[in-house]
C-alpha cells in the first residue's frame, strides 16, 4: 500500500513539474523569437536555457514513469513476504514428508504417496493404485493412525483417508 501512495506523491509531483517546464520553454520560445535571435550574448542565454529545459522535461519524464509504476505494477513489500513465507512453509512440509518416507518400507511409501496425491481417497481406491491386498492397506493404514500419520473417515462401505496434520 505504500508503493502506491509513493507512487501517487511522485507522479503528482511529475505533473507539476512538467506544467512548470512546459510553461517556462514556451517563455523561452517567445524570448527567442522577440529577440530573433543574433549571435548576441542575450541569445545564447536563451539557448543554453532551453537546453537545459530539455534535460529537465526528460528527467521529469522518467520520475513520471516511475511513480507511473509505483502506483499501478509494483507489488508490495507484504505481498512479496507472505508469497516467501509460503513458500518457505511448502518446503519444510515437503522436507518433513521425504525424511518420513525415508524411515518406510516400499508398500507404506507407496501408500502414503497415493494419499497425499490425492486427500479423501478411498481405501477401495487406495487398495487399486498401490497393487497391495486389501487386509495390507488396512493394516498399513491402521499403523499410520497409531502414528498419526493419516486419519480415516466413514464414507459409505469404506473409509475415506486424509493426511494428518503433521506435513
Not at 507522479?11 to 523561452?28: D, E, H, N, Q, T
Not at 536555457?49 to 522518467?62: D, K, R
Not at 494419499?115 to 481417497?121: D, F, L, V
Request: hydrophobic fraction near 40%; glycine fraction near 6%; include cysteine.
Amino acid at each position: 500500500m505504500e508503493n502506491k501512495k509513493l507512487g501517487f506523491v511522485i507522479l503528482s509531483f511529475s505533473i507539476v513539474a512538467s506544467v512548470l517546464a512546459f510553461g517556462f520553454m514556451g517563455f523561452l520560445g517567445k524570448q527567442t523569437t522577440a529577440l530573433q535571435c543574433y549571435p548576441t550574448n542575450e541569445c545564447q542565454r536563451v539557448q543554453s536555457l532551453t537546453s537545459l529545459s530539455h534535460i529537465a522535461v526528460g528527467l521529469i519524464s522518467f520520475i513520471g514513469a516511475l511513480g507511473f509504476y509505483l502506483l499501478f505494477f509494483s507489488t508490495s513489500e507484504e505481498a512479496i513476504l507472505k508469497r516467501l513465507e509460503e513458500e518457505k512453509n511448502m518446503r519444510v512440509e515437503q522436507d518433513k514428508f521425504e525424511l518420513i518416507i525415508k524411515a518406510m518400507d516400499d508398500n507404506e511409501r507407496k501408500v502414503l504417496k497415493a494419499i497425499k496425491e490425492q486427500e479423501g481417497i478411498t481405501q477401495s481406491t487406495l487398495k487399486f493404485r498401490t497393487d497391495l491386498s486389501k487386509a495390507k492397506v488396512s493394516q498399513i493404514l491402521t499403523d499410520f493412525e497409531k502414528k498419526r500419520l493419516v486419519k480415516r473417515e466413514a464414507k459409505g462401505k469404506t473409509y475415506a483417508v486424509y493426511l494428518a496434520g503433521n506435513f
